[in-house]
């Protein structure tokens, strides 16, 4: 339903685009998220675009150094990641839902990023920097 490509093993600040594609029954899921999960600790969304509106949401922990666009087809996405640190290694997954289920915080609306609310998801794609 998603695949994923474009992880590597590259050296602090060097770049890497991973890329995201849906297939059959995943193909009409509007929100498409990058999560990453290190080992030893929980999977956490990094990255989301609204594919419809083409909003984007990123967490603080990769704001500015990534950057997420629509691919070629219909709902696939680029990540691209720059100026890579060592705390970035980590198996990255790309997950899909209908839509993005959205939280108030602060007064913003910002995507839920819990796993559980999305249905499809990759097989992962590893990024190791050194």
């Known amino acids: 339903q998603l695949v994923e490509s474009g992880g590597d093993s590259v050296q602090a600040g060097g770049s890497l685009r991973l890329s995201c594609a849906a297939s059959?029954?995943?193909?009409?899921?509007?929100?498409m998220t990058w999560f990453r999960q290190a080992p030893g600790k929980e999977r956490v969304g990094v990255a989301v675009m609204n594919t419809g509106q083409g909003n984007t949401y990123y967490a603080d922990s990769v704001k500015e150094r990534f950057t997420l666009s629509r691919g070629a087809v219909k709902n696939s996405v680029n990540l691209v990641m720059l100026d890579l640190k060592p705390e970035d290694t980590a198996m990255y997954y790309c997950?899909?839902?209908?839509?993005?289920?959205?939280?108030?915080?602060?007064?913003?609306?910002?995507?839920?990023?819990?796993?559980?609310?999305?249905?499809?998801w990759g097989q992962g794609t590893q990024v190791t920097v050194s």
């Open positions: 059959g029954d995943a193909v009409n899921s509007y929100c």
């Open positions: 997950a899909a839902a209908r839509t993005c289920v959205k939280k108030v915080v602060n007064g913003r609306a910002i995507p839920r990023l819990e796993p559980q609310l999305f249905p499809y």
